[in-house]
Structure formats: structure tokens, C-alpha cells
């Protein structure tokens, strides 16, 4: 099992469905604190039960040690991880059996979505409802090749500067990204990186199993989230998947949004999360 820093952000009454938050990349759990801050207000304003609020930084991520080659398990020729985002889900539900549960409401953004939707593949018991944040199911392919480049650019200088355009702003982005809050905030979250860190979990996310055609087969309360300048799950991505998983879907579309949904527009995201507490509730 991988070590794993669990950010408690709200106890919980210790009976509710926990709503576990789990990062993208190549941040930490920090990233959902705003957020999480809202959840916890809208719910209490909706009269929801006292739910447990949990932001674990990811293995490999703020301080969540690194997994070594031998936790990880088989080192494909190309350097990625075939094994390790199973390992992860594993690693993530033992977490949550730990703490006395037997079932969460799980959400990923990006990164967080594989593992979200691999831990749903192994183990839809541990769901009672799923989040899908800026996010695809389907494996990189060849254009995955970045993510080794990536890798092996992060270990050979001992540096996060290869992924120091995370915190960069282009003329199409959104209004937030491109505000010097953002960019100081991300600069900084990257900065508290650990190169092996993020090497490692490009591997292991180059790794992952096909996992196209998982999401359609969610039958709990699942809520779809895209922000629409998101260059890669857009509105155009997100929607089709919502509509294929079904009428247990609810779409949330998010104007001026990128990537980064979640500290973007922390608002509109904790509004979705605490309708989908809602509907499992």
C-alpha cells in the first residue's frame, strides 16, 4: 500500500457519507481548500447530515511520499507504471476502511479522475457517488509520450521547472488563470513539488489501464463538471460523457473556466459537489 497524507478539512459527524476530494496535477490536496470551505457552508445551508470533508495529497504529492520503483510494481521498457494507479485505488480505499467507512462519495479533477474512475472499476462497492472534474476515461495513447518526457526532464534537472507552465497564462485562458493570484498561488504550490514527485506520478498516470467505458457503467448519483476554456475536457468532451452515463448524471458547465475548475471557480464547483451529496443523501 502507498503512504498517503489525509487532509482532514471537515471531521464529520462519523456515520454521514464521507466526500473525499482528490487532486490533479502537478498540485497537491491544498488545491480543493477553497473549495472544500464552501462545501462544507452550502451543506450546512442545505441542511445536509454533518459529512466528513477529506483532501488526501495523492502519493507523490504534497506530503504524500513518493512510491518506490518496488511499491510501484512493474516498470514498463518506456519507464512508466502499468501497476500503480491500481495501486493507488487500492491504497485509497484501505484508507477510507481505516478510518471506519465503508463507502465514499469520490471526486477526482484531471489526475484525480483516473484514479477516481479506476478506484469505481475495482471497487464500485467504496462508491456511493462520483465527481468527474476536467477529466477523460480513455488512455493517452502516443500524444502520452509527453508525460515520460515530462518524467525524465523533472529527475535529470532535479527540478519542477518542467512543469512550471502549469502556473503560465496564455491570451485565451480564463479570467482568473491569467490574474496574478492565480499565478502566485499555483507558482508556489508548485515550488512545494517534489521532482521525484512529479515524475512519478506521470508514470504512473502514462501507465494506467484503459479505463474507457467505466464511467458508463456508474449507477449512483454522478456529477460532470467542465470548465469550457478547458483546452482538453472541455464542455465538447465533458457533456457526451454526462449524457452517455445517464439520467444519474448532472452536467455543470463553467464559462470562463479552465483546467483548474476547482480554484478557479470554487463556488460553482462546491454547488455541483453539494447537489451531488444531495441526490446521495
Avoid at 520503483?69 to 487500492?90: C, F, H
Avoid at 504512473?204 to 469550457?228: F, I, K
Amino acid at each position: 500500500m502507498f503512504a498517503i497524507h489525509n487532509r482532514v478539512i471537515r471531521q464529520g459527524d462519523g456515520a454521514s457519507t464521507p466526500l473525499i476530494l482528490t487532486n490533479a496535477y502537478p498540485v497537491d490536496g491544498r488545491m480543493w481548500e477553497r473549495c472544500a470551505a464552501r462545501i462544507a457552508a452550502l451543506a450546512d445551508e442545505a441542511g445536509l447530515a454533518d459529512f466528513a470533508i477529506w483532501a488526501p495529497d495523492m502519493p507523490g504529492s504534497g506530503l504524500s511520499s513518493t512510491p518506490s520503483d518496488e511499491q510501484s510494481g512493474r516498470r514498463a521498457p518506456n519507464g512508466s507504471y502499468p501497476d500503480a494507479l491500481d495501486r493507488m485505488a487500492e491504497s485509497y480505499v484501505a484508507m477510507l476502511h481505516e478510518a471506519g467507512y465503508d463507502k465514499a462519495v469520490w471526486v477526482g479533477l484531471s489526475m484525480g479522475g483516473y484514479l477516481v474512475t479506476d478506484l469505481y472499476r475495482l471497487h464500485p462497492e467504496a462508491v456511493a457517488g462520483v465527481a468527474l472534474c476536467d477529466t477523460m476515461a480513455s488512455s493517452d495513447g502516443v500524444g502520452g509520450e509527453a508525460r515520460l518526457e515530462t518524467s525524465n526532464a523533472c529527475e535529470s534537472t532535479n527540478s519542477v521547472q518542467p512543469v512550471m507552465h502549469f502556473a503560465q497564462a496564455g491570451p485565451g485562458d480564463s479570467t482568473v488563470k491569467r490574474s496574478q493570484a492565480f499565478i502566485d498561488q499555483m507558482t508556489s504550490w508548485i515550488h512545494d513539488q517534489t521532482p521525484a514527485g512529479l515524475a512519478w506520478r506521470q508514470r504512473m498516470t502514462y501507465g494506467r489501464p484503459e479505463l474507457a467505458g467505466v464511467p458508463e457503467r456508474m449507477d449512483m448519483p454522478v456529477a460532470v463538471v467542465s470548465g469550457e476554456l478547458d483546452p482538453t475536457s472541455n464542455p465538447s468532451v465533458m457533456k457526451p460523457l454526462a449524457e452517455r452515463i445517464g439520467s444519474n448524471a448532472v452536467f455543470t458547465s463553467i464559462a470562463d473556466c479552465g483546467h483548474f475548475s476547482a480554484v478557479e471557480h470554487p463556488d460553482t464547483v462546491a454547488a455541483a459537489l453539494v447537489d451531488l451529496m444531495r441526490r446521495v443523501d
